[in-house]
């Protein structure tokens, strides 16, 4: 893909250590932004304020992105073959706009037999029983709350899906969130139930949609664990994926569907209030380092922060070619 001649005049100016772009849209925050922020102000400065991402993006980030497709597609339209075709033109549209991390043919095709086996094993696991007592209210979709909660911020995210149950006793709308994760030992009912996600995004579906969701239903998958072998082809390797997925089903998959409360949404936004104002104040004072101070206890976890050879090798012409600024739309 073409760069056009505003990314490559950013490029040019990002090299050199100068310029920070113009805004060209009100502050937000968002579940992600918001667990950014409290975790290391500096991280979030160079993503929001800097507005620079890593030119190769993460090989997870990319997955999790493309999994979320794979099921909005096979919870649409309840087609295998459809859902299956998804993968292939995503991932060649990743390739030729020249954003992926799967660019040569080798970890094309790793990641196509990945997510096949992913989709597969899932399938057996629950997409076709979900089909009998699922109906898909709406499918992935972002969402822009302004002047949240009295401040000039916006509130924005990506809901997964938002599903009603047709029968028993969890009958009702449901917000679904779709994970992909490396250990679901890190998955608890009780962090899922406070977490930013699981309670803004049911905010934002009553805000927004006028209907209260009875909860969230967190729907996670572990990535494969097998790895492609020495003198193993694609089509074993993917065969040897989907037999996985199937036979060891309480290893890969984990669901939980939470009822949440009104009083556990009153309480998230109380504590929200002064994450905002803090949010905002530093928003209104982008050049004032030290109130966007860095958390180095954070650096190395998560597989690592993007962010880390600028903040330890400084703005240099060598790590800043490892960047390129994000173009926001208007």
């Known amino acids: 893909m073409k760069k056009s001649k505003k990314s490559k005049r950013l490029t040019k100016k990002l ?4 310029g920070v772009q113009k805004r060209t849209r ?18 979030a400065w160079y993503h929001k304020i800097r507005r620079i991402t890593l030119k190769t993006p993460k090989l997870a980030l990319e997955l ?15 087609k295998k073959e459809a859902a299956l075709k998804v993968i292939r033109i995503e991932i060649r549209k990743n390739i030729r706009e020249g954003f992926s991390a799967f660019s040569s043919p080798t970890s094309a095709s790793i990641a196509t037999a990945t997510l096949k086996g992913m989709f597969l094993g899932y399938l057996e696991r629950y997409g076709k029983k979900d089909l009998k007592i699922w109906k898909w209210r709406k499918g992935e979709h972002e969402f822009t709350i302004d002047k949240f909660l009295g401040t000039s911020l916006t509130f924005q995210g990506i809901i997964d899906g938002v599903i009603e149950i047709k029968k028993g006793k969890t009958k009702g709308l449901w917000v679904i969130e779709h994970k992909t994760t490396k250990d679901l030992s890190y998955t608890t009912v009780d962090s899922i139930k406070v977490s930013n996600q699981t309670l803004g995004y049911i905010y934002a579906v009553q805000k927004l949609l006028g209907v209260k969701p009875k909860g969230i239903i967190w729907n996670a998958i572990r990535k494969p664990s097998k790895r492609l072998k020495k003198n193993q082809t694609i089509n074993e390797y993917c065969t040897e994926l989907e037999e996985d997925y199937i036979a060891r089903p309480d290893f890969y998959f984990f669901r939980q569907q939470l009822f949440i409360n009104k009083s556990a949404i009153a309480t998230w936004l109380e504590e929200k209030e002064q994450v905002a104002l803090d949010m905002g104040f530093c928003y209104d004072n982008p050049e004032e380092k030290k109130i966007w101070y860095k958390n180095t206890d954070i650096c190395g976890m998560y597989g690592g922060c993007e962010f880390a050879p600028l903040c330890f090798r400084g703005e240099k012409r060598s790590t800043l070619l490892l960047y390129h600024p994000i173009i926001y739309r208007k």
Do not use: E
Not at 15 to 18: H, L, P
């Open 26 to 43: 009100p502050p937000s925050m968002s579940p992600s932004t918001i667990d950014t922020f409290l975790s290391c102000r500096r991280k």
């Open 64 to 78: 999790g992105s493309l999994w979320h497709k794979i099921l909005d597609s096979w919870y649409t339209w309840g």
């Open 15 to 18: 090299a050199k250590g100068k």
